[in-house]
Antibody, heavy 121, light 109 residues
Framework: EVQLVESGGGLVQPGGSLRLSCAASGFTFSSYWMSWVRQAPGKGLEWVANIKQDGSEKYYVDSVKGRFTISRDNAKNSLYLQMNSLRAEDTAVYYC??????????????WGQGTLVTVSS | SYVLTQPPSVSVAPGQTARITCGGNNIGSKSVHWYQQKPGQAPVLVVYDDSDRPSGIPERFSGSNSGNTATLTISRVEAGDEADYYCQVWDSSSDHNYVFGTGTKVTVL
């Protein structure tokens, strides 16, 4: 059974930093692209970042470029999101998601339960 | 950037059919995926590549995609189908951008 378990969320002041983790199990982690998707309170879904199987390619939504860094440790079956210079608008539930990628399609086929990040003074 | 537009809400009586649209410029040329999200829960993939269903998803969920509109159809609606639904496409030409629709709240009357 595929499982994705996020951790590391919490309350942080504007300008602060936080590191999210996602522990994966039930599948060959090193064979999949992985992503972070977030959802602000009462709002819709927003893709944040994704990373290739070997970590050689990383992509980010414009609003987090230069502030967030996605990484992975295939030996530990873990995905990470380092978030720096946090802003109030980064407040959201952050989901770890597995990406099923083909030559012309990409979908999120499994999701974690999410971890809440609150940026407030 | 690519925009996907959904109606904010759809209401349907039990046993009837709900249709949720997802509008985008020439969306028929892209693969569309649909997610169901119940309150306080993570999204669940219910339809992928326009009309395929993951294992475990009831046949009542179906999809189509043509022109500028993709549609998720829920037949024989049940109370448990009440949720938010999001469409999603992948724009491979723009830094691997994943685009979600604005979301539709389905209410079972």
């Amino acid at each position: 059974e595929v499982q994705l378990v996020e951790s590391g969320g919490g309350l942080v002041q504007p300008g602060g930093s936080l590191r999210l983790s996602c522990a994966a199990s039930g599948f060959t982690f090193s064979s999949y692209w992985m992503s972070w998707v977030r959802q602000a309170p009462g709002k819709g879904l927003e893709w944040v970042a994704n990373i290739k199987q070997d970590g050689s390619e990383k992509y980010y939504v414009d609003s987090v470029k230069g502030r967030f860094t996605i990484s992975r440790d295939n030996a530990k079956n873990s995905l990470y999101l380092q978030m720096n210079s946090l802003r109030a608008e980064d407040t959201a539930v952050y989901y770890c998601a597995r990406v099923e990628l083909t030559y012309d399609s990409a979908r999120f086929d499994y999701w974690g339960q999410g971890t809440l990040v609150t940026v407030s003074s | 950037s690519y925009v996907l537009t959904q109606p904010p809400s759809v209401s349907v009586a039990p046993g009837q059919t709900a249709r949720i649209t997802c509008g985008g410029n020439n969306i028929g040329s892209k693969s569309v995926h649909w997610y169901q999200q119940k309150p306080g829960q993570a999204p669940v993939l219910v339809v992928y590549d326009d009309s395929d269903r993951p294992s475990g998803i009831p046949e009542r969920f179906s999809g189509s995609n043509s022109g500028n509109t993709a549609t998720l159809t829920i037949s024989r609606v049940e109370a448990g189908d009440e949720a938010d639904y999001y469409c999603q496409v992948w724009d491979s030409s723009s830094d691997h951008n994943y685009v979600f629709g604005t979301g539709t709240k389905v209410t079972v009357l």
